[in-house]
């Protein structure tokens, strides 16, 4: 076998040169995990049966001259996509024994492209929290550090890509929940605008917010994935038919003469000053390629964080009621009457940040609060949406930190939700206004990834890649391995 963490592009180049089998290295990406996921806590589920079916397939494929770019390549899915005849927890007791009757369209999509999926990764429960920490499964460690955290809620997908498990993984981003775990552990992860990607059996937390994204090692993985799972649904009423452009053959394009727009609420209070000089570096880069930097403003930047965090609890409160002991998922015994299976049930398999969001989100949509806060919540989504809007009148990108700070300890948060919830203040931003963004590693800050974090206007995926492409053809952080932990 050749090194670790290899490209899904380069995989592809291996398979039809014939050089390795799907076969030899789904068995790798078993064996690497098997004797390094006790250590990360990455994965929930390691479906070895299956993958090897999938993998045999594949290579008949191949030797039949009928795959394409992604077939054979090993892959993980982030545990909230139901996946038939596999459990579907969603990092929760409540689902910690649903078996999925159906596939989710991400992936059935990814499955006709003939890639094969060895597993389900470890999240946040429901996809709440931004440090993994949530997770009933337990923490996720960062491979860089495994006394930190990797991010979250996709911080099981992150590790796994990062310790190189697996050279991909899909992720759901609802307030930066790829593109921050992608920022800690060193890795890409996209988010593209909301609907370009189907929600069918994407089990949700907040409808108006939630998107599938993906984790990789560089910019054109993700655009060969984006290419397999773009596009409209049908069974999603939220999914766009936007036509899907070519996202590889747009890698290339120059980025010469055009603008990049750095916001200045990036660089106020609150910004580590390493992680900011990482990012300032990562935009001479551009400037030496010919590209224009451009100071814009956010003004209502420090309104985006209390926003979401009504918005996001206010529709999760709604998505979550079906979780009731009756249908489906956790059923408590020792009830007396209905109400107290409800209570009992929930009480039971629902945790700590669940509940408080939950509870959250009941009392902004109560009678009498509605209009103080959900309401008010509604317009200031749609004054940071305005905001975005006015900047790309004159920028084509937007660019800045993806995160404060590197990956903080676990445990340092766990017990300030507060603190915790200001660590999304550079990406929930781009939720509330459905925009597509990707982080991408700019830089060190202590031993620690930094990520670079490029927005643009709805739609506008192949643009944000093609930025994201070609700084890592001129820059090497996106190939840099964790220092401590997996190697």
């Avoid at 545990?79 to 910690?96: A, H, V």
């Avoid at 890795?187 to 990607?197: H, L, Q, S």
């Avoid at 000089?277 to 400037?287: I, K, P």
């Amino acid at each position: 076998m050749t090194r670790q963490r290899q490209t899904i592009a380069e995989l592809s180049r291996l398979f039809q040169s014939g050089a390795v089998s799907s076969r030899e290295l789904t068995e790798a990406s078993l064996k690497r995990i098997a004797e390094h996921d006790s250590e990360l806590n990455s994965f929930i589920n390691v479906t070895q049966e299956e993958a090897r079916v999938a993998a045999d397939t594949a290579d008949k494929l191949l030797a039949s001259g009928k795959a394409g770019p992604l077939t054979g390549v090993p892959m993980a899915h982030k545990d909230i996509f139901c996946t038939r005849n596999i459990t579907t927890t969603c990092g929760s007791r409540m689902l910690e024994n649903f078996v999925s009757p159906y596939d989710a369209t991400v992936v059935a999509r990814l499955a006709e492209a003939g890639m094969v999926s060895v597993g389900k990764t470890n999240m946040d429960e429901f996809a709440m929290g931004s440090s993994n920490e949530t997770s009933y499964f337990g923490a996720v460690k960062n491979p860089w550090d495994q006394e930190r955290s990797p991010g979250g809620s996709s911080g099981g997908s992150a590790a796994a890509v990062a310790a190189g498990l697996v050279p991909m993984a899909t992720g759901t981003d609802t307030g930066g929940s790829v593109r921050q775990p992608a920022a800690l552990c060193g890795i890409t992860g996209f988010k593209p605008t909301y609907g370009r990607i189907s929600r069918f059996g994407m089990i949700a937390y907040a409808s108006s917010l939630d998107q599938a994204g993906v984790l990789g090692l560089t910019a054109e993985d993700v655009a060969l994935v984006m290419q397999a799972i773009a596009g409209f649904d049908a069974r999603d009423s939220t999914c766009s038919a936007e036509p899907v452009p070519d996202y590889v053959a747009g890698l290339e394009a120059s980025v010469s003469g055009k603008t990049i727009g750095v916001p200045k609420e990036y660089f106020e209070a609150g910004l580590d000053a390493g992680y900011a000089e990482a990012v300032h570096s990562a935009l001479d880069v551009y400037q030496q390629m010919g590209a224009d930097i451009r100071e814009v403003s956010l003004p209502n930047l420090s309104l985006a964080v209390p926003a979401y965090y009504v918005v996001s609890p206010a529709e999760a409160s709604s998505n979550l009621s079906r979780f009731d002991g009756i249908r489906f998922g956790h059923r408590a015994e020792g009830m007396t009457d209905l109400e107290s299976l409800y209570k009992l049930t929930r009480k039971e398999g629902f945790g700590d940040e669940v509940k408080r969001r939950i509870m959250t989100g009941t009392y902004v949509l109560s009678a009498g609060y509605y209009d103080a806060y959900y309401l008010k919540a509604q317009k200031v989504r749609q004054l940071i949406s305005n905001d975005m809007a006015r900047c790309f009148e004159d920028v084509d990108i937007l660019a800045g930190p993806t995160t404060p700070t590197p990956a903080f300890r676990i445990g340092e948060k766990v017990d300030d939700p507060i603190q915790m919830y200001l660590n999304d203040i550079y990406t929930v931003s781009v939720n509330l206004a459905g925009l597509p963004g990707v982080s991408i590693p700019c830089g060190l800050v202590d031993g620690l990834p930094a990520g670079l974090q490029l927005v643009g206007p709805h739609f506008a995926e192949q643009n944000v890649l093609n930025f994201a492409h070609l700084f890592q053809k001129e820059t090497d952080w996106h190939l840099r391995v964790p220092g401590e932990g997996v190697s």
